[in-house]
């Protein structure tokens, strides 16, 4: 065969043939990550109803073959001298995660949950490691790993690398539609009732979320933060006031409102409450699914159909009180406000060391009381004459560690699971922790209420709690929260919502809890939350809307 021209060969230069293709490496990693890290995947299949065993292979076979072309194309256009194990590596890390998190906890991996996982702290994190994941990382990573960067890659240069990386993705690109063609009919079917399904394809799921991440700034500038309410003025009720409203706002982390005992729950998880005239709505339901989706849509004026949508960042609740003249206060005992408290006074406890209260790396929930007729008297006077909003951001039932969330005084319900891996628990001892957590939690709602009573003499107080989002303890194999709202399970999503208002408050604001007992049952949601605010602290303004508040038809101002 004659050699190509002189120019040719200088134009595509060749290293000598030694070691292994990269187009091999490609392939034999890409089988490695589609069958090995997706066996959450498969088991969901297998797991899924009316499916008999040959309709579940195709669909392992299909499944598998597309996860497996769309990961050659992705690493064919990657397969470069300097990049290719580097990826590849990362590549296998990502799927040994995410294969991980997915057969733990029954988690899946979206956009909330990737933003989620990036918001947060170090003693979350350190609250999830365990002896099962570092076994799961050297198994499906470490071992591949440790193999590739042993391997000998052949490797050519110029041109020919270029030509050989363009016709490896298109021929895996041809394959992969190929596929889809010849299967479009039952994957589409499967894919569209069971929509869960598209988000267990490891790592692609990942990726896909973090290249949504990288598309938002495209949508909206998030560095920019629009005004909202600045033509909030004080209602009639605060004209001749004798004592301004106190108002203390606590949100909760992972409380799930069937384990209230308020709520009907059989066990007595909130003996402190049921002490107390509060009530309690038994149909609340949260934005999100997680502290990072919920918490920042909760304070918006938004609600959860258009937050996510919104083209701009508004202020929110916190900033339309300020507005208004009130003096504010955001209390953090957990990993931060996720922005909703960055332009009010605020003040991290979780950090604290307080005997009893912060004896490990954390801080319990109490430790938010300590001091805070201080951090009170230290806000403006002319805004504490008007009226005053203190938040209260717990660490609440937060997991998996709930054995932490609870001091060994409330541990009632024993044995606990003291495990972070939560399905090598039995049920019991791990329900057995969580609702520790919640009857902790109705410890300091009564002591901030006792509180709240101790300030009668000055100011006229009332108490609102409610929770983030839920949790899932297990039920159909899914621990934890984090799941997309349109699959969550009910119990990730169903929080409770707790009212107490005094005597001072109750003729100031011409609303009765009688009154709101009488409407437990009613539908209530996240997307309320704002409009209630305001409309307890009678705070006028044009983003107020009465029909979105939750208190205005028991109230008579």
């Known amino acids: 065969m004659p050699l190509p021209p002189s120019s040719a060969r200088t134009l595509l230069p060749e290293y000598p043939a030694k070691g292994i293709r990269q187009l091999w490496v490609v392939l034999l990693a890409s089988l490695w990550i589609a069958t090995l890290c997706n066996v959450a995947l498969w088991r969901e299949l297998a797991r899924l109803p009316g499916l008999d065993f040959g309709q579940v292979a195709l669909l392992d076979l299909t499944l598998g073959l597309v996860i497996a072309l769309a990961t050659a194309a992705l690493l064919s256009l990657?397969?470069?001298?300097?990049?290719?194990?580097?990826?590849i590596t990362l590549f296998l890390l990502s799927a040994?995660?995410?294969?991980?998190?997915?057969?733990?906890?029954?988690?899946?991996?979206?956009?909330?949950?990737?933003?989620?996982?990036?918001?947060?702290?170090?003693?979350?994190?350190?609250?999830?490691?365990?002896?099962r994941l570092a076994a799961t990382l050297l198994a499906l990573a470490g071992l591949?790993?440790?193999?590739?960067?042993?391997?000998?890659?052949?490797?050519?240069?110029g041109g020919r690398?270029?030509?050989?990386?363009?016709?490896?993705?298109l021929a895996a690109s041809a394959l992969l539609v190929l596929v889809l063609v010849l299967f479009f009919q039952s994957l589409a079917s499967v894919m569209r009732n069971n929509t869960q399904l598209r988000y267990l394809i490891n790592p692609l799921n990942s990726f896909y979320a973090l290249g949504s991440m990288a598309t938002r700034p495209?949508?909206?500038?998030?560095?920019?933060?629009?005004?909202?309410?600045?033509?909030?003025?004080?209602?009639?009720?605060?004209?001749?006031?004798?004592?301004?409203?106190?108002?203390?706002?606590?949100?909760?982390?992972?409380?799930?409102?069937?384990?209230?005992?308020?709520?009907?729950?059989?066990r007595p998880t909130t003996p402190e409450l049921a002490r107390e005239n509060v009530a309690s709505q038994r149909n609340a339901w949260s934005c999100g699914t997680s502290t990072a989706a919920s918490v920042p849509c909760m304070f918006s004026d938004f609600g959860r159909a258009h937050y996510e949508s919104r083209t701009a960042n508004y202020e929110g609740l916190l900033d339309v009180l300020q507005h208004a003249g009130l003096a504010v206060l955001w209390l953090d005992n957990q990993s931060g406000c996720k922005g909703v408290c960055d332009r009010v006074p605020s003040v991290n406890t979780s950090q604290l060391k307080v005997p009893g209260l912060c004896d490990g790396d954390e801080c319990l929930d109490e430790v938010m009381l300590q001091g805070l007729d201080e951090r009170m008297a230290a806000l403006p006077a002319e805004r504490r004459a008007r009226g005053v909003v203190l938040v209260m951001?717990?660490?609440?039932?937060?997991?998996?560690?709930?054995?932490?969330?609870?001091?060994?005084?409330?541990?009632?319900?024993?044995?606990?699971?003291?495990?972070?891996a939560l399905q090598s628990c039995g049920r019991d001892a791990l329900v057995n922790a969580y609702d520790n957590s919640i009857a902790y939690t109705d410890h300091v709602l009564g002591s901030a209420i006792q509180w709240l009573k101790a300030q009668q003499p000055h100011s006229a107080p009332a108490l609102l709690y409610l929770s983030d989002h839920g949790e899932s303890l297990g039920e159909n194999n899914l621990y934890l929260h984090g799941m997309p709202y349109a699959v969550a399970p009910e119990g990730q999503k169903r929080v409770p919502w707790i009212t107490w208002l005094s005597p001072d408050f109750e003729q100031r604001s011409q609303l009765t809890t009688a009154c709101l007992q009488q409407q437990l049952d009613r539908p209530v949601s996240h997307d309320n939350y704002f409009h209630s605010v305001l409309g307890l602290m009678d705070v006028q303004s044009r983003v107020y809307q009465p029909a979105l508040d939750l208190y205005a038809p028991c109230s008579r101002l």
């Open 218 to 266: 495209f949508q909206r500038n998030d560095s920019v933060i629009l005004p909202l309410g600045e033509d909030a003025t004080l209602g009639a009720s605060y004209a001749g006031q004798a004592k301004p409203p106190l108002l203390l706002l606590v949100l909760g982390e992972t409380a799930r409102s069937a384990n209230f005992a308020l709520n009907g729950y059989a």
């Open 78 to 87: 990657l397969a470069w001298r300097w990049t290719l194990k580097p990826v």
């Open 393 to 420: 951001h717990q660490m609440g039932s937060h997991g998996p560690a709930y054995y932490k969330r609870s001091p060994p005084a409330f541990k009632q319900f024993l044995p606990e699971c003291t495990d972070n």
């Open 96 to 131: 040994a995660l995410g294969a991980y998190f997915m057969l733990a906890y029954g988690v899946v991996i979206d956009k909330t949950m990737m933003v989620n996982t990036m918001q947060t702290d170090v003693h979350e994190t350190r609250d999830l490691l365990n002896w």
């Open 144 to 157: 591949p790993g440790f193999f590739l960067w042993r391997l000998e890659v052949r490797r050519k240069a």
């Open 161 to 169: 690398q270029l030509l050989a990386n363009a016709l490896s993705a």
